[in-house]
């Protein structure tokens, strides 16, 4: 039936009141109705639009909470990076700040700063077209973010219509999700009296919740907002000053802190600082630090950035909190590289708004340096306000009952040998290719392009081929069958015709490709290959001591020792056995020529150095010419360096290679040699 003009109306005007009251309560911070009349206004909306449902616009205020739960987040591409910020943690790492932003704008001599609390949530950006909320992610990476736009929805802070007039037809802006600490307690009080889980602490429960793939359920939880920056727009003028910016959002209903401040030079920035410092426990919402950004806009262009970071702003970290608590026991964990982390578990103590009940000790090194004993009075702190570790032993309240912290003589996890080699702090698990805790690290390694190349043996693929039990070691890859991997995720017939067919593939290659598939800890492609041409052969490589290894050339007695226990190690064999298996794995590689060894070569032990963009060969097709004539390729240019190959737009090594003289080639010269040697040799 039509909606009578009247009802229309009302709809209409109901709306814009509860976006206005939004706009006071949450922008400005400034009701002008009670919570009662808010939700008066909230339920007549609710009555029209059941009673007509033609009414009902995606983008009112009663459709927050209605999506129904997805299966996955999909991806969302930043189209300007959102990147992370440098930290400072003393006040001679601030002045150091200032003074590279006053050398980089000359004639400036104070700069002005917008100095902001630095919260400790999760970051966001938020896209509106039109003044309408169209997307919403979060920073991932900072490439790429996980589309979260039915959960951001939920949050009453979060403008579905901005606000008043003057902003961009398209622009993205940038804020922090978090848990205000009274929302965080009074949740987690109510969630003990229903006997459910409780959320460890306001920053992990912001982002568990936000990425909750029931917009239901993010719903339930005490979530707000700050908005601090923009990262895009396009039709339509923004301030040139960061405060101003910040004046604008809240005056397009995108809530901001209230703590900014405009300052001048560094000492207002320490004096910032410190005000901060006092009200933080006042606060009432958890923050780590203060954030200083350049105020003028076009002088943060001028400035740019470094690496993941812009040079025009700094996070100012607080100093991390620490407590006292007392060792019961160390326990080991496996990593997804066989690394062992001793762990201590603790008397629990409640450090930095948590409960802390173990911390990492790092590794073997920082155990015996630190005298930590079973047993101990430690004092533990939550480094950079997030994992705790153990700081130092309280050595006067040690007991005559502490235990000595032993390091396991086999993995916790499969049991294979554990190695600890000289010189070395972390000791590893020798079973890379059994061990369940390396085993997705080991299969997507193994697949890698340089190794055997298995295409379209992705991440998510060995996730789910490891998790339901399929594969466990690299040999079960080539029991795979049509059916199992079509019977998978996102996978269907003819994808999974391709991967066989890879596999297949993948079953010819060469020795050295096969060694550095094994994930040999401390072998790369270089030192796999020196290791195939000085054996020849996969079977003495298996048989030889250290000592042996240690005699092919530019192998250490680090690497030899690494690469003996790998091949000593009795699950490793039966994995390599079942992988060169005719009947199983089936993988072999041509009979090397033993006159092809790089001693042959007159590039044999020549170091190379690639940079810029080569036009007739990419950087691993260059790479594989030198290995092959014995040569070696590093990432970085030192008086060792014999050649530097410079391809177009080549930076900083190549001015390095000039200062220190080493032979620079362009790509004709350099493919000049190669062919010159490969004659040669």
């Given at each position: 039936m039509s909606v009578p003009r009247e009802d229309r109306e009302r709809a209409a005007e109901l709306r814009s009141a509860i976006e206005h009251h939004n706009y006071r309560y949450y922008a400005l911070d400034d009701p002008e109705v009670s919570d009662a009349d808010y939700d008066r206004l909230m339920r007549e909306l609710q009555a029209l639009e059941q009673r007509f449902p033609e009414l009902v616009d995606p983008g009112s205020p009663t459709q927050r909470v209605g999506s129904q739960p997805v299966a996955a987040f999909g991806e969302v591409e930043h189209r300007i990076a959102m990147l992370s910020l440098d930290n400072a943690f003393t006040e001679e790492e601030v002045r150091d700040f200032d003074r590279r932003v006053r050398e980089r704008l000359p004639g400036m001599k104070t700069v002005e700063y917008m100095a902001e609390p630095k919260l400790d949530g999760l970051a966001v950006s938020l896209t509106y077209e039109g003044g309408q909320l169209v997307q919403g992610a979060t920073r991932g990476d900072g490439a790429k973010g996980e589309d979260v736009t039915a959960n951001l929805k939920v949050i009453r802070a979060v403008p579905l219509r901005l606000h008043g007039a003057g902003f961009p037809r398209l622009f993205e802006v940038r804020g922090e999700v978090f848990m205000p600490v009274e929302g965080f307690k009074k949740f987690n009080a109510e969630a003990q009296k229903r006997g459910e889980r409780l959320l460890v602490n306001p920053r992990n429960a912001a982002a568990g919740s936000l990425r909750q793939l029931d917009p239901r359920l993010t719903a339930q939880r005490p979530l707000d907002?700050?908005?601090?920056?923009?990262?895009?727009?396009?039709?339509?003028?923004?301030?040139?000053?960061?405060?101003?910016?910040?004046?604008?959002?809240?005056?397009?209903?995108?809530?901001?802190?209230?703590?900014?401040?405009?300052?001048?030079?560094?000492?207002?920035?320490?004096?910032?600082?410190?005000?901060?410092?006092?009200?933080?426990?006042?606060?009432?919402?958890?923050?780590?630090?203060?954030?200083?950004?350049?105020?003028?806009?076009?002088?943060?262009?001028?400035?740019g950035f470094v690496s993941r970071a812009p040079r025009w702003a700094i996070a100012h970290k607080f100093p991390a909190e620490e407590a006292m608590t007392v060792v019961r026991d160390v326990e080991f964990n496996v990593g997804r590289t066989g690394a062992l982390t001793p762990v201590a578990k603790l008397e629990p103590v409640f450090v930095g708004g948590v409960t802390v009940s173990n911390a990492t000790l790092h590794n073997m090194d920082e155990v015996e340096r630190k005298d930590v004993r079973i047993g101990d009075t430690v004092v533990i702190r939550r480094a950079g306000d997030v994992i705790p570790e153990v700081v130092k032993v309280v050595t006067e309240r040690r007991t005559a009952q502490a235990r000595e912290v032993r390091l396991p003589e086999r993995c916790p996890i499969c049991a294979s040998a554990v190695e600890r080699l000289p010189d070395r702090a972390v000791a590893r698990c020798t079973g890379g290719l059994f061990c369940p805790a390396q085993r997705k690290e080991a299969l997507r390694h193994f697949a890698s392009r340089h190794a055997l190349d298995i295409e379209g043996l992705g991440t998510k693929l060995i996730d789910q081929l490891v998790d339901n039990g399929t594969v466990r070691t690299p040999a079960d890859l080539y029991n795979l069958t049509l059916e199992q991997l079509a019977d998978l995720e996102r996978m269907g017939e003819k994808s999974a015709a391709n991967l066989i067919e890879a596999l297949q593939r993948s079953r010819q290659t060469t020795l050295p490709r096969f060694l550095l598939a094994l994930g040999i800890p401390d072998v790369g492609e270089t030192t796999a290959r020196a290791l195939a041409l000085h054996f020849g052969a996969l079977e003495p490589m298996l048989e030889a001591s250290a000592e042996e290894v240690e005699e092919v050339p530019d192998i250490g007695p680090v690497i030899a020792q690494s690469v003996h226990r790998f091949f000593e190690e009795p699950h490793n064999r039966q994995v390599i056995s079942a992988l060169i298996d005719p009947k199983r794995g089936g993988i072999h590689w041509p009979v090397i020529a033993r006159e092809s060894a790089p001693g042959s070569s007159p590039l044999a032990g020549k170091t190379f150095v690639l940079t810029g963009t080569l036009q007739d060969l990419t950087r691993e097709e260059a790479q594989r010419l030198i290995l092959e004539l014995g040569g070696k390729v590093s990432g970085s240019v030192s008086k060792k360096t014999d050649y530097v190959v410079a391809g177009a737009d080549a930076g900083s090594k190549l001015k390095k290679a000039e200062q220190l003289g080493v032979t620079i080639l362009d790509e004709a010269e350099f493919r000049k040699l190669i062919e010159s040697a490969s004659e040669g040799s």
């Open positions: 907002i700050f908005f601090y920056s923009v990262g895009f727009s396009e039709g339509g003028a923004l301030p040139q000053r960061q405060h101003e910016l910040l004046k604008a959002l809240r005056g397009w209903g995108l809530r901001t802190s209230g703590e900014g401040r405009l300052v001048k030079g560094v000492e207002g920035c320490l004096e910032y600082y410190a005000s901060i410092a006092v009200k933080r426990a006042q606060l009432p919402y958890q923050i780590d630090g203060v954030v200083y950004k350049v105020d003028d806009i076009a002088a943060q262009r001028r400035l």
